[in-house]
Nanobody, 122 residues
Framework: QVQLVESGGGLVQAGGSLRLSCQAS?????MGWFRQSPGKEREFVAL????????FLPNSVKGRFTLSTDNGKNTVYLQMNNLQPEDTAVYYCAAATMNTIYDLLPRGYDSWGQGTQVTVSS
């Protein structure tokens, strides 16, 4: 496992933007973001697979969210544009330090950040 330090988040109006960052304390295989709103399961938002630098985003955020990285600092950034009220959730940074076939599911990750609240007002 590694320690993950998140920053960013906050309150924004619909159509606005926010940037989240997450730095890992050590080497990881995958890093990504999930989000969870009350009464819902934790939902995949974005990930990077370091082995081939492949970035995945689900259709629900593709075109609005961008994942960028600074591999030298074990850091990922989630740029969120055109935010909508349905994006309101606690956003969690996640990292996998072991190989997994579940990289789109929470069970595929062994390290989690503390979570940061993103609230989008209409």
């Amino acid at each position: 496992q590694v320690q993950l330090v998140e920053s960013g988040g906050g309150l924004v109006q619909a159509g606005g933007s926010l940037r989240l960052s997450c730095q890992a304390s050590g080497r990881t295989l995958n890093m990504g973001w999930f989000r969870q709103s009350p009464g819902k399961e934790r939902e995949f938002v974005a990930l990077i697979r370091w082995s081939d630098s492949h970035i995945f985003l689900p259709n629900s955020v593709k075109g609005r969210f961008t994942l960028s990285t600074d591999n030298g600092k074990n850091t990922v950034y989630l740029q969120m544009n055109n935010l909508q009220p349905e994006d309101t959730a606690v956003y969690y940074c996640a990292a996998a330090t072991m190989n997994t076939i579940y990289d789109l599911l929470p069970r595929g990750y062994d390290s989690w950040g503390q979570g940061t609240q993103v609230t989008v007002s209409s």
